[in-house]
């Protein structure tokens, strides 16, 4: 009998300790860049936030640690994927319902990692485009500033740099042929060489223009000791440009959207195929670095560099340039 009681005490303690650890755990949820709905998405800015309610039109995920095992369980996210707080500029897309469209697109659920894709219109609402989302379908509501129309690259010849449709997502590559009216194109992913046929309509050719989603740099000032400033070069993905109000967006080389003072962003010219001795501009993480050619590899696709600072290494041709000016 004091066996019996003892063990639906131990019960007892248990369940007052499993619901508080969960009313603890909401000190440990993240939010992420404002979305409408219930998107779940990761903020870079570490705040502590809180678990979104009937009230919340915040994005916001539950950290896996966080929750006690089978304590609550957390419905799959639902609704329309909005970026809430789009600072501009307001463009209406020039597109039809049904053309394939290169769009700018949250990555999981909400807006502070992006992605370029190529796809559908399902219909435009205002100064939206609205996309299906490829998983769940539910919609994706594109600003028209992040959105570009396909268009079918032409002259193309065997060696171009270009970004192609790959994997849900965007790849670099270089055209090793163009019969039958499909590009064939070879790229890396996941360390593998590979390789498509795809239609003129799936390829941007990278020329060393700003086009949409093509690399760019873009250049901030890093404050040094005795008061002087030092200019440095970033490295991102070009979205769209607004010289009346001086601002232009890019995509930083994480996947974060920026928006940058017009004079700061400067195309890159990653579609040169470099020669070993060729000075050039690395984009290593978050910064360009000075290098030289050692090796090409993998016809092109890959060069081996040695940079200013000695060290050696191996890099995709997307991330290396001619010296930015």
């Given at each position: 009998?004091?066996?019996?009681?003892?063990?639906?005490?131990?019960?007892?303690?248990?369940?007052?300790?499993?619901?508080?650890?969960?009313?603890?755990?909401?000190?440990?949820?993240?939010?992420?860049?404002?979305?409408?709905?219930?998107?779940?998405?990761?903020?870079?800015?570490?705040?502590?936030?809180?678990?979104?309610?009937?009230?919340?039109?915040?994005?916001?995920?539950?950290?896996?640690?966080?929750v006690p095992s089978q304590a609550v369980s957390v419905a799959t996210p639902s609704g329309p994927l909005k970026w809430s707080d789009f600072g501009g500029p307001v463009v209406k897309?020039?597109?039809?319902?049904?053309?394939?469209?290169?769009?700018?697109?949250?990555?999981?659920?909400?807006?502070?990692?992006?992605?370029?894709?190529?796809?559908?219109?399902?219909?435009?609402?205002?100064?939206?485009?609205?996309?299906?989302?490829?998983?769940?379908?539910?919609?994706?509501?594109?600003?028209?500033?992040?959105v570009a129309g396909a268009k079918a690259a032409d002259g193309l010849v065997k060696g171009d740099a270009v970004a192609v449709a790959a994997k849900g997502s965007r790849a670099f590559?270089?055209?090793?042929?163009?019969?039958?009216?499909?590009?064939?194109?070879?790229?890396?992913?996941a360390g593998d060489i590979q390789e498509l046929d795809v239609d003129p309509i799936e390829v941007v050719k990278l020329d060393g223009t700003l086009k949409f989603g093509a690399p760019?740099?873009?250049?901030?000032?890093?404050?040094?000791?005795?008061?002087?400033?030092?200019?440095?070069?970033?490295?991102?993905?070009?979205?769209?440009?607004?010289?009346?109000?001086?601002?232009?967006?890019?995509?930083?080389?994480?996947?974060?959207?920026?928006?940058?003072?017009?004079?700061?962003?400067?195309?890159?010219?990653?579609?040169?195929?470099?020669?070993?001795?060729?000075?050039?501009?690395?984009?290593?993480?978050?910064?360009?670095?000075?290098?030289?050619?050692?090796?090409?590899?993998?016809?092109?696709?890959?060069?081996?560099?040695?940079?200013?600072?000695?060290?050696?290494?191996?890099?995709?041709?997307?991330?290396?340039?001619?010296?930015?000016?």
């Amino acid at each position: 009998m004091n066996q019996r009681r003892l063990v639906r005490s131990a019960a007892v303690c248990l369940s007052l300790c499993a619901l508080a650890a969960l009313a603890a755990c909401e000190d440990e949820i993240i939010q992420g860049p404002a979305a409408t709905g219930t998107e779940a998405t990761a903020s870079s800015s570490g705040a502590k936030l809180q678990v979104p309610t009937a009230k919340s039109s915040a994005s916001a995920f539950t950290s896996a640690s966080s929750v006690p095992s089978q304590a609550v369980s957390v419905a799959t996210p639902s609704g329309p994927l909005k970026w809430s707080d789009f600072g501009g500029p307001v463009v209406k897309p020039d597109l039809d319902a049904g053309a394939k469209a290169w769009a700018i697109v949250p990555v999981s659920e909400g807006w502070d990692t992006l992605k370029l894709s190529l796809m559908p219109v399902d219909r435009l609402e205002g100064d939206e485009a609205v996309f299906k989302g490829p998983t769940d379908k539910r919609d994706v509501f594109v600003p028209g500033a992040f959105v570009a129309g396909a268009k079918a690259a032409d002259g193309l010849v065997k060696g171009d740099a270009v970004a192609v449709a790959a994997k849900g997502s965007r790849a670099f590559a270089r055209v090793t042929a163009v019969e039958g009216g499909k590009v064939k194109v070879r790229f890396r992913y996941a360390g593998d060489i590979q390789e498509l046929d795809v239609d003129p309509i799936e390829v941007v050719k990278l020329d060393g223009t700003l086009k949409f989603g093509a690399p760019a740099s873009y250049t901030t000032n890093k404050e040094e000791p005795g008061g002087k400033s030092k200019q440095e070069f970033r490295p991102g993905f070009f979205v769209h440009n607004a010289p009346a109000e001086d601002k232009a967006w890019l995509i930083t080389s994480s996947g974060k959207p920026l928006r940058v003072p017009t004079s700061t962003v400067k195309p890159v010219s990653v579609h040169v195929t470099h020669k070993v001795g060729d000075k050039i501009w690395f984009a290593n993480g978050e910064l360009f670095v000075e290098g030289q050619i050692t090796a090409l590899e993998d016809d092109g696709l890959r060069y081996k560099l040695k940079l200013a600072s000695g060290e050696e290494t191996s890099a995709p041709f997307e991330s290396v340039s001619t010296p930015v000016k």
